[in-house]
């Protein structure tokens, strides 16, 4: 099959679609009539020979057909848009829409307070941030990258780790002069210490309780009277007094600094969690995407 400008065409209008999510969206972004969307899209099944989206009065998602001819096209055409920003002499690469999907603990505590200097440095940038706990699907839902924390399972996504942090087991001033300071991590099973369980998104179960220190490692059973699914809320029990809580030391450094959380075991300090990039594409991400990388990477630091 031949190359020409009327497919370039309805690939562009196509990634417009996903993007967007919807063909009403799509034609404002490429100011083009609604209709004139759905002629572009017709024509390219009709070319094909696939039907490429399940529409329906209220949504309109990606056929297993189209999504695998997305997956394949939307890197290509981020390649060209680069190279004729490059080619134009422009000194501004990082520009155009960027939808992240964020793990929640990282956007509320990391990412938003540093915000403001990556839109400055990026002016001509528009950031979709979408914050949930599940992964989703980042094609059907027009994402082009996702910054989720903890080890990733198998799929066709393309993972990349950003960094790694400690977990700390911390606790408040008021719950250790109530209930004494645990002296190693065994104490925690006496029955007068609660112990918060973190349920991890991904399984529905609690994350356990680990220790780590030169090669040996600690797996308490701890009494799972308390289980929450929420960090804000983990924290805010932990800092009134309430319980000991197992967190990660990206973001809870101003707590500790200001003495309303003490690290309890700063002798088991092997226990570390990852960050990681998911894409869709073995292809080189586009400057946007590298741009955005290379923020998150440098809040760790």
Known sequence: MSFDARLASGMGVLSAVVDTGS?????????????GVSRAVARLESRLGI?????TTRSVKLTDEGRRLYE?????????EEAATQASGSAMAVRGRLRVNVDPYFSRLILAPALGDFMATYPELELDLVTRDELGDLVADGVD????????????????QLLKTRVLTVASPAYLEKHG??????????????????????TGRPFAWEF??????????????????????????????????????LGVEPAIREGRL????????????????????RHLPPAKVRAFLEFVVSLSR
């Open 181 to 202: 300071r645990p002296q190693q991590p065994s104490d925690l099973q006496d029955p007068r210490h609660v112990c918060i369980d973190f349920r991890d998104p991904q």
């Open 262 to 281: 003490v690290e309890l075991f700063p002798d088991w300090p092997d226990e570390y969690f990852p960050l990681y990039a998911l894409y869709p594409s």
């Open 212 to 249: 780590q220190r030169e090669g040996e490692r600690l797996v308490l059973n701890t009494r799972r009277r308390l289980m929450v699914n929420d960090v804000g809320t983990m924290h805010r029990i932990c800092e009134q007094g309430q319980a000991v809580a197992q967190v990660l030391a």
């Open 145 to 160: 990258l996702a910054v989720r924390f903890g080890e990733q399972p198998s799929s066709s996504l393309i993972g990349r």
């Open 72 to 80: 394949e096209v939307a890197p290509l055409l981020a390649g060209l």
């Open 23 to 35: 063909f009403v969206k799509a034609a404002e972004v490429l100011d083009m009539t609604q209709s």
């Open 51 to 55: 039907r490429l989206f399940d529409r």
